[in-house]
């Protein structure tokens, strides 16, 4: 076969790809690694090729579509590692330390979203701190939004655990006001139910 | 438009001959221009004339009557004659850049205030963009980019990149040369941006100056914006451009008088919304850029209570060894001045959690309440009140 051929067939595999990628996640409790996350009902998970700025071992949820609504879950983020990645070698990803506080955490990643969307692209705000338990482990949770250039406004919800130096969170982002409040609720069950398959008691 | 670490110096062989040259550079255009008959330059009138209307909706234009009025007072005052033809739009981003379109749309990005020294060397970059306008520049590389092989893709990318305010940050550095102004336009430009600096009673010399200032922060930087090797391939070294126009501005208009000073306006602006302009900057996790600019506040008379507060985020978020003493020293310095923002306070407390003194951040988490009881994370700082 021709090299131009194969590229076809490479061609038509990725397009084939764009149209089927998103697979079903079924209600029930989803593992990632040590990380455990309950989905309420049915969600779209979304393939690799959509999410380049995921790290491998995060998955992506999705309603209505990525560019409407999302849940991050992002497991096991070890000490000098980012929450996102990026090819760009100049992108400036800030990076998790293990000593992290809340505060802390709340602005890796309010400036993680910004390189999410693209410096300079938005302006990102968190708010809302507070505390919150998953599972035996002591996290907190916090708000987000994001104004971003020829873009619908972004809203949404961050919780977060640190076990055993080791950096675990779910994020929601939905357009604002109308995904946000129709997905919002769900949203935050999820997160809130993320826990540790291992039983662990942290305080933070 | 001006991209700042993209094609910073433009002017390296500078001769006589093409000083002369120069000297002869007019506007093109009258005030009060209108697109002629021409198909393309209509076409290109409307769909920026559409890009303008969103551009009016967008999220991250900046509507403060404060900032804006102090932005488009400096664009009229250079503009002269030609103010009335240029819409101002301050855009919420902590880039370096301003551009200007064919059709008079002016946008300034947020990043030009805190990068500027004086209100001259903001003047002398909308200066620059003014020329270009007047200059019909865009038009000019509009066609230049029509006429290329790879204009239909690069105009497919849209509007926004030709507007100079709305680049993807995996834009190619391929397409951005495509779209850069030719070193002529760009010579063509300081110098007679530098002309209208002067015809405004301002500064010519701030037209170098400027460029100084950028290239002071990317030398500072720990993480370059572009590969070193990628960027000479294409541009000359962007100390030439400075060094070309300071030439030019001596040889016209006679040294400068002084060492620059900030100007009472600028000062006043930056003390006004000194928060709002740099938690942008902040959020590009760029700290050695971040902690130039705070030098240069703080030699330019910006309130020591709020450069000591960024200082304290600049060094706290860096996180390397010994930025947390680092940081909790900024914050005290700042909390002594007695204008400390109240995040200070709050800041200081969890430095204080940090370092397992309970005592130390619950006297500054309390005071931080106090002076902002109804602060969002007031649930997260009462857990560490409790927790004891």
Redesign the interface.
């Known amino acids: 076969m021709r090299l131009a051929n194969y590229g076809v067939i490479l061609m038509l595999a990725s397009l084939g790809g764009c149209v089927t990628g998103f697979t079903v996640v079924e209600p029930g409790v989803n593992t990632f690694g040590s990380l455990r996350v309950t989905a309420d009902e049915n969600w779209n998970k979304a393939p690799s090729s959509f999410t380049p700025s995921a790290r491998s071992n995060s998955r992506t949820w999705t309603q209505d579509g990525m560019l409407l609504d999302r849940i991050m879950i992002i497991p096991g983020v070890k000490d000098g590692e980012s929450i996102f990645v990026s090819r760009?070698k100049?992108?400036?990803?800030?990076v998790f330390?293990a000593?992290m506080?809340?505060?802390?955490i709340e602005?890796l990643v309010?400036?993680s979203i910004?390189?999410l969307f693209?410096?300079?692209?938005?302006?990102?705000g968190t708010?809302?701190?507070?505390?919150q338990g998953f599972g035996t482990d002591g996290g907190?949770m916090?708000?987000i939004t994001a104004?971003?250039?020829?873009s619908p406004?972004y809203r949404g919800l961050v919780g977060a655990f640190i076990v055993d130096e080791t950096l675990y969170m779910v994020m929601f982002l939905a357009a604002d006001p109308y995904y946000y409040d129709k997905h919002a609720a769900r949203a935050e069950a999820i997160i809130k139910s993320a826990t540790l398959r291992t039983k662990s008691i942290t305080?933070f | 438009m001006i991209r700042p670490f993209f094609y910073l110096a433009l002017m390296i062989a500078f001769s006589a001959a093409a000083n002369a040259e120069l000297e002869t550079i007019d506007h093109i255009i009258p005030p009060g221009y209108e697109p002629s008959e021409a198909q393309d330059e209509q076409g290109l009138w409307m769909e920026l004339k559409d890009y303008e209307l969103r551009l009016n909706k967008s999220a991250l234009l900046v509507r403060d009557p404060e900032l804006t009025n102090y932005v488009k007072g400096i664009v009229c005052r250079v503009a002269g004659d030609y103010c009335n033809d240029i819409r101002v739009y301050l855009i919420r981003n902590p880039g370096f850049n301003a551009s200007m379109t064919a059709t008079g749309m002016m946008q300034i990005w947020t990043g030009l205030l805190v990068r500027s020294t004086s209100s001259d060397e903001i003047a002398a970059v909308v200066g620059h963009e003014i020329a270009h306008y007047t200059r019909m520049h865009t038009l000019k590389r509009f066609r230049r980019l029509k006429s290329s092989a790879a204009a239909g893709g690069l105009i497919d990318i849209g509007i926004s990149i030709f507007t100079g305010t709305s680049v993807p940050i995996a834009q190619s550095l391929a397409s951005m040369n495509a779209l850069a102004f030719s070193r002529d336009q760009e010579q063509e430009a300081d110098l007679l941006g530098a002309r209208l600096l002067h015809e405004a009673s301002m500064d010519p010399h701030a037209a170098y100056r400027v460029w100084q200032n950028i290239i002071a922060e990317e030398e500072s930087a720990a993480v370059k914006r572009r590969s070193v090797s990628v960027f000479a391939q294409t541009h000359p070294d962007d100390q030439s451009r400075v060094d070309v126009t300071r030439e030019w501005v001596i040889a016209k208009y006679g040294p400068p008088d002084n060492i620059e000073v900030a100007d009472d306006a600028l000062v006043t602006i930056m003390n006004n919304h000194y928060y709002f302009l740099m938690e942008d900057q902040i959020d590009t996790n760029r700290f050695g850029r971040t902690k130039e600019l705070l030098e240069r506040h703080s030699a330019m008379g910006v309130e020591p209570g709020t450069i000591y507060y960024f200082y304290g985020e600049m060094f706290r978020q860096r996180g390397a060894d010994g930025d947390r003493d680092l940081a909790m020293s900024a914050y005290r310095h700042s909390i002594e001045t007695g204008n400390a923002p109240a995040d200070a306070y709050r800041n200081l407390g969890f430095l204080y959690l940090k370092e397992k003194d309970i005592e130390g951040a619950k006297k500054y988490f309390t005071i931080f309440l106090e002076q902002e009881p109804d602060a969002t994370d007031r649930a997260m700082i009462e857990f560490y009140l409790d927790k004891g």
């Not at chain 1, 708010?127 to 505390?131: A, K, N």
């Open positions: 760009n100049s992108a400036a990803l800030p330390r000593d506080l809340p505060n802390e602005e309010e400036s910004v390189k693209g410096e300079g692209q938005s302006a990102v708010s809302g701190l507070r505390p907190f916090f708000d104004a971003v250039t020829e406004d305080n």
